[in-house]
């Protein structure tokens, strides 16, 4: 088993946050991080207040742009 980047093959680790007012019930609550089997790649979710789910393989940076992308379609920003 080789552990990269701290996780095991296969592990999953999820940080919940808290909601804000100022995004408008388009807060990101959810955030999970899952190592994908024994390859070296992650999958980065993001659970948004509103039930929807922005997934990517690319990197966390990517879900911060779909997300605002989002609030800009909702009115928020």
């Given amino acids: 088993m080789i552990i990269y980047n701290g996780f095991k093959p296969g592990e999953t680790r999820e940080t ?3 909601v804000k007012k100022a995004d408008g019930g388009h ?3 959810r955030i999970v991080t899952h190592r994908q089997g ?3 790649s992650f999958r980065y979710t993001h ?3 509103c039930g929807k789910r ?3 393989e690319r990197g966390p940076g990517r ?3 779909r997300w605002t992308a989002h609030l800009r379609d909702m009115g928020v920003r």
Wanted: glycine share 0%; net charge positive; with cysteine.
């Fill in 63 to 65: 879900l911060y742009y």
């Fill in 16 to 18: 919940k946050l808290r």
């Fill in 27 to 29: 807060s990101v609550v």
């Fill in 47 to 49: 659970h948004c207040q």
């Fill in 54 to 56: 922005f997934s990517t």
């Fill in 38 to 40: 024994t390859a070296f």
